[in-house]
């Protein structure tokens, strides 16, 4: 039992890594759509590659979404919208009109003029009531043919004959205009304005009804194919019926119901196809990215961004298959090349493209944009923190979306008329999801503990608590991780390095000399120093611990781990060369070299080994009395080619060409800080 515990404790992080590719190929399938698939590809007008096609069982012709969507707006126009009309309102103001006018009109008008009016009133009140009066809307055109329904009866009339309650004013002085009444139009409107009541309203319900039962009667099929029946040819152009009969016997194909031993079958070749997916990225990373493959929270980071952008693939898919594309499918290498590095992304991208091709519809169409997409993404986007290159790259992007998408039915339709440019608007909807990576890449800092670019412009700041507590503490510190930092930047950007993440590190990389900062010569005010008290043995302890302070101190502050490898490897496993030789001075026997050597470890990276080199090269750079072009090349080649005999990068993914380049810019730039001129030749 204690082998069984021990071997398992001995393979955790293999272990580990079957479990993760296990459970995202478990996971995937899982929420897979089973349906059966297709095993030909339908290209709209292109030749039929394929052997000649016969039906393998009867199955009805489904009309394309354009035809149901015409016959469905065709029902929509053509059912009249329903109106109620309320005879109740005109009976109980018909004679009542009549007394309002008899008490609104004043004794001095003559009574012929007076029944003028009172026959004006009636022919007026029975033509505004003919059809009505409505409530103001702008639900339907006026010039549209409405159904009104007068009891039992129904007429069909234009709405713009059943007046709006608003445009009764100008009816009325109208009316009163053509019958020369404008004396008496005061009198006119405060009657009918008295009696005149909304009598018709909108039978939504009726209408909703009727217009359902029209939709209802659409059917989605037109024609059914016989079993053994020819549906295309080989070298037949896809187009016109062929092309209906196609994809109807595509959808039949994969609605149709599996035997039990089926669905294994298709489930099983899912999974093998997942599988060999993720195993091909998981063999990537082994070869080319070891640092991350045996690092457990980076690999399930990677895993983690897959399985989320097929869940919200599959998600979209559930709801509505032509909307895939506003799912933001460059976030993966958007993301990845953030934390990591673009060929990473891109592969990642390909590998997740891949899987999803298996289910989606026009898949061939749909990988060749999204890999498109995905070449653009890392082509373009560069210095992800600078909000302009982001919104730049998202244009880019949605551009080339487009274009393919256009290409495509160009190819498809045949003509520039028939394609669906509404389907635009979907990659202007996913191009905006790509706004979205940045508080996502913040959020995955915080779950992960990984850290970003725009984590490393904040930390750059030198206003953050951290420096200006160290500017303080330890200024003599300060100006050398400043100095330190811009030559390590500038090497970093000669190899291809993180420029901004070496820079970073160079400026926490001292951050433990604020325990005991007067032991540090560059905080020294006088050239007193306090190791002349002190013993050898306890001023290297001294020198050697300010690199576990620092690394406690950047823990306290939740610097990430990726700055903390800066404090960790900086020194390597240098020897404090000054102490060691006075403590074999002042003993006078063999000392103990381990007690002064740094613990290490060796920089692991190519930034840790250009910081390694530039603190040294600075630090020591102080010690030049008289410095001349020929003296800071000497130095600088006896500095860095001892930490090489001393195996210092051995560790580090740094060749010595690259190392070769660094030398060549610490040398320029530090010939600029002392400001020497070439010497020439008298």
């Not at 009805?60 to 354009?66: E, Q, S, T």
């Not at 693939?313 to 298959?321: A, C, G, S, V, Y």
């Not at 592969?347 to 289910?359: D, M, N, P, S, Y």
Request: net charge negative; glycine share 4%; proline share 4%.
């Amino acid at each position: 039992m204690k082998n069984f515990v021990d071997s398992i404790y001995k393979n955790q992080a293999l272990i580990f890594k079957v479990l993760l590719f296990i459970s995202s190929v478990f996971l995937i399938v899982y929420f897979f759509p089973k349906g059966n698939q297709f095993k030909y590809e339908i290209v709209k007008n292109k030749p039929w590659q394929y052997n000649n096609l016969y039906a393998p069982f009867d199955f009805p012709v489904y009309k394309l979404d354009a035809e149901l969507k015409q016959e469905r707006a065709s029902a929509i126009e053509n059912t009249f919208p329903i109106f109620d009309y309320d005879q109740k309102v005109v009976d109980k103001y018909q004679n009542k009109i009549y007394q309002v006018l008899k008490d609104n009109t004043p004794d001095s008008v003559p009574d012929d003029t007076y029944d003028r009016i009172k026959a004006f009133t009636t022919l007026t009140f029975s033509a505004i009531y003919e059809n009505g009066i409505r409530v103001d809307t702008e639900r339907y055109e006026e010039d549209r043919l409405v159904y009104l329904k007068k009891g039992n009866t129904i007429e069909q009339v234009l709405l713009s004959n059943i007046y709006e309650e608003s445009a009764l004013r100008d009816v009325l002085e109208d009316r009163i205009a053509e019958n020369d009444l404008e004396p008496y139009e005061s009198l006119l409107l405060n009657t009918f304005f008295e009696v005149l009541e909304v009598n018709v309203s909108f039978n939504e319900e009726l209408t909703q009804q009727r217009l359902q039962e029209k939709l209802d009667q659409i059917s989605p099929t037109r024609g059914v194919v016989k079993k053994g029946s020819k549906i295309i040819a080989k070298g037949e152009i896809v187009e016109g019926e062929k092309y209906k009969k196609l994809i109807s016997l595509k959808r039949e194909y994969q609605s149709q119901n599996w035997e039990e031993s089926s669905y294994y079958v298709v489930v099983g070749g899912y999974t093998m196809l997942v599988a060999l997916a993720l195993l091909m990225l998981f063999f990537f990373i082994k070869k080319y990215r070891p640092e991350i493959y045996d690092n457990q929270n980076k690999l399930t980071f990677v895993f983690f961004n897959i399985l989320f952008m097929v869940f919200v693939t599959l998600l979209i898919m559930r709801f509505e298959t032509n909307y895939i594309y506003v799912v933001p499918l460059c976030i993966l290498p958007l993301t990845l090349k953030a934390f990591f590095d673009a060929r990473l992304g891109l592969f990642t991208h390909v590998i997740t493209v891949l899987i999803l091709g298996f289910i989606v519809p026009n898949s061939y169409e749909y990988m060749f944009l999204q890999i498109i997409a995905g070449i653009v993404t890392i082509l373009t986007v560069s210095e992800l923190y600078k909000r302009a290159n982001l919104f730049i790259s998202v244009f880019q992007i949605t551009f080339v979306y487009m274009f393919s998408y256009l290409a495509f039915n160009m190819i498809q339709e045949g003509s520039i008329l028939n394609i669906n440019y509404e389907n635009l608007l979907l990659f202007l909807l996913g191009g905006l999801g790509l706004l979205f990576v940045q508080p996502l890449i913040y959020t995955y800092e915080k779950l992960f503990g990984l850290i970003s670019d725009l984590s490393l412009l904040e930390l750059s700041d030198t206003n953050t608590k951290l420096l200006k507590k160290l500017a303080d503490v330890a200024p003599g510190t300060f100006h050398h991780s400043l100095n330190v930092a811009n030559l390590a930047e500038s090497a970093a950007s000669e190899v291809s390095a993180n420029a901004l993440l070496v820079r970073v590190g160079a400026l926490y990389h001292d951050i433990g000399k604020m325990m005991n900062p007067l032991y540090f010569t560059e905080n020294q005010p006088t050239e007193a120093s306090p190791h002349a008290e002190l013993p050898a043995r306890e001023s290297a302890s001294i020198i050697i611990g300010h690199r576990q302070q620092g690394i406690e101190m950047a823990k306290r502050y939740n610097l990430p781990d990726r700055i903390i490898d800066f404090i960790r490897t900086h020194h390597g496993t240098n020897l404090v060369y000054f102490f060691f030789v006075r403590e074999k001075q002042e003993k006078d026997h063999e000392v103990d070299e381990s007690e002064f050597r740094y613990p290490g470890p060796k920089p692991f990276s190519k930034e840790t080994a250009i910081l390694m080199m530039c603190d040294s090269v600075e630090a020591a750079s102080k010690s030049l009395k008289e410095p001349t072009a020929v003296s800071i090349d000497d130095f600088v080649e006896k500095i860095i080619n001892k930490q090489i005999d001393d195996d210092q990068f051995i560790n580090a993914n740094i060749t010595f060409r690259e190392i070769q380049q660094i030398k060549r810019i610490i040398k320029s730039k530090l010939k600029n800080i002392y400001h020497l001129r070439v010497e020439y030749p008298e």
